[in-house]
């Protein structure tokens, strides 16, 4: 999600502009400010390596040479991120990817690396984030969904419900098990998405289970709704869904993700 004292106009979908004209962003912080906390702090720990290739009947949505699994936030367009070596690079100009497949319950894998040359600080530092039902644009820019947040927290400090793990904004991860910038990591999520009744009412909430380097972080957490930078979540009816990963709007340099693949549950 876009967090507080970001101003990057040039960096933010078009949209934005014509938001941000009628928004006073002092205020907008303050807002968001409202729903930050800084305690308790997660210990850290020590994570371990990577795991092994994936299983014989995952979906591959990423095997390392194409994009043919994703398509960008404008669905007539590819997905636009760079692939070299195989791996595919956040490519802010262009937006998220998201995938063409729609899911409910799903067990995913994903890699990722923050950049070497990092820079910036709290949230304006190596973000990103899966969202793991993408329900589409909000207010003119703000994405809607689900987000588990991809953020460089190894000695860097922000509120503890926006850092590496957490489900924005709402849930607080049980560790800090971030390497250092350069090194490859790994999210292994478990997510049950939310059912609804015929009124479109909330049946039963989502859940999520987060494993960050092999580190239990999420234990089939409660989703309280829809991730929102200002406000509380709430959930609105929806079925199957794209997984979306996000292109941040901050400064910083971009995020790297390799080896992603589902198998739907």
């Known amino acids: 999600m876009l967090k507080k004292n970001f101003f ?7 949209s934005f502009s014509t938001f941000s004209q009628n928004r006073n962003w002092d205020s907008l912080g303050k807002e968001a400010a409202k729903t930050e906390y800084y305690t308790p702090v997660p210990p850290v720990v020590t994570p371990g390596g990577l795991p092994q290739d994936a299983p014989s009947d995952a979906i591959i949505l990423f095997n ?4 043919n ?15 070299a070596d195989g791996v595919i690079t956040v490519d802010k100009k262009t937006g998220g990817i998201i995938t063409k497949q729609r899911f409910m319950d799903f067990q995913m ?8 040359e ?7 530092r190596g973000n990103s984030g899966v969202f793991l039902a993408y329900l589409g644009m909000a207010n003119g820019f703000l994405e809607d969904g689900y987000e588990v947040q991809i953020l460089d927290c190894y000695n860097n400090k922000t509120y503890v419900n926006g850092q590496t793990g957490s489900i924005y904004k709402q849930a607080v991860p049980l560790a800090n098990a971030c390497k250092k910038p350069g090194e490859w990591q790994y999210y292994d999520i478990i997510w049950k998405a939310p059912r609804f009744n015929a009124d479109g009412s909330l049946k039963t909430p989502g859940y999520v289970t987060v494993l960050h380097n092999g580190v239990l972080l999420q234990n089939n957490t409660e989703v309280k709704g829809r991730t929102k930078w200002i406000g509380q979540p709430d959930y609105v009816a929806h079925g ?7 292109a941040h709007g901050d400064p910083s340099p971009p995020v790297s993700f390799r080896n992603i693949w589902v198998r739907p549950l």
Do not use: M, N, Y
């Not at 699994?69 to 692939?83: R, Y």
């Open 8 to 14: 990057f106009p040039i960096l933010i979908v078009i």
């Open 64 to 67: 390392g040479k194409d994009l």
């Open 69 to 83: 699994a994703w398509h960008g936030e404008d669905s007539t367009k590819p997905a636009g991120w760079k692939i």
């Open 109 to 116: 894998h994903l890699e990722w690396r923050i950049p070497t």
């Open 118 to 124: 990092i820079t910036g600080s709290s949230q304006a």
């Open 240 to 246: 199957a869904s794209p997984i979306k990963l996000q």
